[in-house]
């Protein structure tokens, strides 16, 4: 695999929830923080959650802070997003790769998220 893999998006209603997976390519799983990303219709790609090569320390963005949990397997090198009480403004592709990835890097698919009201 040379190039992460998301999947779990949907369409939902407001307050609803989803869980987002992404298996990422093992040399970058194994040696970097991850990020998942998102990219809302007119904007630009934003970080929304970070998670330590460890697992054991976690950042969000303060507009999913509280109702986003990031959380990594490293037997199976995927990264998972839990999205609770989902809002409309939450609606986008979402992405996951290394810490600080940029146009240089290899970037999957992503997932589409749609939070109707």
């Known amino acids: 695999q040379v190039r992460p893999l998301e999947s779990g998006g949907g369409l939902v209603q407001v307050g609803e929830s989803l869980r987002l997976s992404c298996v990422a390519p093992g040399s970058i799983f194994r040696t970097s923080s991850m990020e998942w990303y998102r990219q809302a219709p007119g904007k630009e790609r934003e970080v929304v959650a970070r998670i330590s090569r460890s697992g054991e320390t976690t950042n969000y963005a303060d507009a999913v802070k509280g109702r986003f949990t990031i959380s990594r397997d490293h037997a199976k090198s995927e990264i998972y997003l839990q999205m609770n009480s989902l809002k409309p403004e939450d609606t986008g592709v979402y992405y996951c790769?290394?810490?600080?990835?940029?146009?240089?890097?290899?970037w999957g698919p992503g997932t589409q998220v749609t939070v109707s009201s």
């Open positions: 790769n290394k810490l600080r990835a940029n146009f240089r890097d290899v």
